[in-house]
């Protein structure tokens, strides 16, 4: 499955609507991978069916959803989903999610693809925000730690794949001693490293989902891990 080659470079769009769209572009157009991918900013429905596969970025959530739907993207993004390869980070995994807790007042619109429930904000505000070392499966390297960075992130709450679902593959977990000190209150403190609050990296069926930003660092292994083990499989099947 690594040493996928397809005959073209595959399209990967990210969506442009705001939030952290340019840095996962400059992170696709690095090496090793800028020789496999043409990238996309998709905006529009058009730009959306020239892709192959779609990041949705860090960002916020609701704004991101709300301008999806007043552009008409948001039945072509759920189609695209049932079908493509998808990639959301933070706000894009919020949205990626079959349900969400502490959304804003007014509600939060998903698109939906990945069987797990999430909390906005889980870690708490702003300021709480923290970098943690990841040992992520499968990423090139990986005796090297992967710099999580964790910005008013979700936390996923549970896995709740239906029988008919495909399996949920968790590649990268926060040890609980990594969690922030604001987490010490006893109803959210996370002492368990199985407690699935702790896993802040997924895969299910061609998704992937990372509740930190790979965009923000100075690392492309997580965005050349999308590429070989999600994008490039997919052209093979197609
Ligand atoms: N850094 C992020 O993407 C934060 C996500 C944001 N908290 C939201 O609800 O969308």
């Not at 090793?32 to 959306?48: F, M, N, S």
């Not at 996923?156 to 008919?164: R, V």
């Amino acid at each position: 499955m690594a040493n996928a080659s397809p005959t073209r470079n595959a399209v990967v769009g990210i969506l442009a609507l705001q939030g952290a769209f340019a840095e996962h572009q400059a992170m696709l157009q690095r090496s090793p991978i800028k020789r496999k991918v043409t990238v996309v900013q998709v905006r529009t429905a058009e730009d959306l069916a020239k892709c192959d596969a779609l990041i949705i970025p860090g960002g916020e959530s609701t704004t991101m959803a709300i301008l999806a739907r007043s552009l008409g993207l948001l039945e072509p993004l759920k189609e695209f989903i049932r079908t493509k390869v998808v990639w959301g980070t933070c706000a894009g995994a919020i949205l990626l999610s079959q349900s969400v807790e502490n959304a804003k007042k007014g509600g939060q619109e998903l698109l939906g693809g990945i069987s797990v429930k999430i909390a906005r904000n889980g870690w708490g505000s702003q300021v709480e925000s923290f970098e943690a070392a990841l040992e992520v499966e499968g990423l090139r390297d990986s005796s090297t730690p992967f710099t999580g960075v964790f910005i008013r992130a979700p936390v996923i709450l549970g896995l709740n794949p239906a029988p008919s679902d495909p399996p949920i593959e968790v590649i990268a977990r926060l040890s609980p001693q990594c969690l922030p000190r604001s987490h010490d209150q006893p109803e959210r403190q996370v002492t368990d490293s199985s407690d699935p609050r702790t896993i802040v990296a997924l895969r299910q069926g061609r998704h992937l989902l990372t509740t930190f930003h790979p965009e923000l660092t100075d690392d492309n292994r997580f965005h050349e891990y999308f590429v070989q083990h999600c994008v490039l499989p997919s052209l093979q099947s197609a």
